[in-house]
């Protein structure tokens, strides 16, 4: 096995983006990095490649998504009531139940090999949450974890009414992830109505937007998000331009 670390981290961002399209391309990133991982163990170590890591950052336009353990009644509309809506569903391979995305949402899907940080799930979940617990104390929300459910929410603590601002959902296989978290920035939080997100039915939904009282600037928050995920995973951001999708 490589006992070297890659902590460089190439940071990508996909823009607005199908779907369907950056999970394609991150399926490839995935089974290419997983085939380089098998081929090593065939190799010594003096002759190993280092595996790479992405960052991805995206938005995507109007579309749901239910995980494995999800339940297709979860979602609340016909498929002519998404044609009317606009938006498309796909069941997907990730953990978790169902989740919108839509534009004015700061998709993040990190593709690393656990590897070259550490080989902890849990830990890495953590540090998915922490970077945007950081990125929303950096606006003055006090945000946490609820015992028993993913994400981020704010009023975790007294939960009179605790609300979800971040959903998350991965796979890893081999050490390697995909997927990743959903931060609600400027979504419009109309199109979770249509759902039982994360098939929590007794709690809200929010946004940065909604909690400060006004649209925020995007490109500021995902800078702010960026740069939390770096410094807890030690990471070394090199901004790339996608390959062709």
């Not at 098998?38 to 190799?43: A, E, F, G, S």
């Not at 390697?176 to 939080?189: P, Y």
Request: glycine residues 6%; contains cysteine; aromatic residues 10%.
């Amino acid at each position: 096995m490589n006992t070297k670390q890659n902590k460089q981290v190439n940071f990508q961002h996909l823009g607005l983006i199908d779907y369907q399209e950056a999970w394609d391309y991150q399926e490839k990133l995935f089974a290419e990095t997983i085939a380089l991982k098998i081929q090593n163990r065939k190799l010594p170590e003096n002759e190993q490649q280092l595996t790479p890591n992405y960052l991805l950052f995206c938005q995507h336009p109007h579309v749901y998504t239910l995980g494995k353990s999800g339940q297709q009644e979860h979602l609340l509309l016909s498929e002519q009531a998404l044609v009317e809506k606009n938006a498309r569903y796909y069941k997907i391979n990730r953990g978790g139940d169902i989740t919108y995305h839509g534009p004015g949402q700061i998709v993040a899907y990190p593709l690393l090999d656990l590897d070259n940080f550490f080989t902890d799930i849990h830990r890495y979940l953590r540090y998915l949450e922490e970077a945007v617990i950081l990125t929303l104390s950096d606006y003055g929300l006090e945000a946490g974890r609820i015992d028993g459910l993913t994400g981020v929410w704010l009023d975790h603590v007294a939960q009179k009414n605790p609300r979800k601002i971040c959903a998350m959902g991965v796979k890893s296989s081999r050490w390697v992830t995909m997927h990743g978290l959903a931060f609600n920035v400027n979504t419009d939080l109309q199109y979770f109505e249509y759902i039982v997100p994360c098939g929590i039915s007794d709690k809200a939904v929010t946004s940065l937007e909604k909690e400060l009282g006004s649209p925020q600037n995007i490109e500021e928050v995902e800078t702010r998000l960026k740069q939390h995920l770096a410094n807890l995973f030690e990471m070394d951001l090199v901004a790339k331009k996608p390959a062709a999708l």
